[in-house]
């Protein structure tokens, strides 16, 4: 079974950057779309951005357009959220999730059920 977990989160000032890590094992990484998606205090789960198996669909919610960017090495089993300009509305648990059949980006950060889940990394922004 692939197993994911999430790194790189931590606290930031306003304005600041960071960049998540979400490692995958346990199975075949390269069919695999994943999503990543944050949980504010009292909140839902929200579909940050999404990246195709192959890597070359892309897709980011309007909040994050410009400042975040989604990437993944396939060889080091790795998909990668640079976060840039970050504000203190980004504050929250990011998660990144996994599915072995789902083919658009967008697609991928709609669904939150029947998708695999790491274990979270908190993304604090505050001055």
């Known amino acids: 079974q692939l197993q994911l977990v999430e790194s790189g989160g931590g606290l930031v000032q306003p304005g600041g950057s960071l960049r998540l890590s979400c490692a995958a094992s346990?199975?075949?990484?390269?069919?695999?779309?994943i999503g990543w998606f944050r949980q504010a205090p009292g909140q839902a789960h929200e579909g940050v951005s999404c990246?195709?198996?192959?890597?070359?669909?892309?897709h980011y919610e309007d909040s994050v357009k410009g400042r975040f960017t989604i990437s993944r090495d396939n060889a080091k089993n790795t998909v990668y959220l640079e976060m840039n300009n970050l504000k203190p509305e980004d504050t929250g648990v990011y998660y990144c999730?996994?599915?072995?059949?789902?083919?658009?980006?967008?697609?991928?950060?709609?669904?939150?059920?029947?998708?695999?889940w790491g274990q979270g990394t908190q993304v604090t922004v505050s001055s």
């Open positions: 990246i195709s198996s192959s890597g070359v669909n892309v």
């Open positions: 999730t996994a599915h072995p059949t789902i083919t658009t980006a967008q697609v991928m950060c709609r669904l939150s059920h029947n998708v695999l």
């Open positions: 346990g199975s075949s990484f390269d069919y695999y779309a």
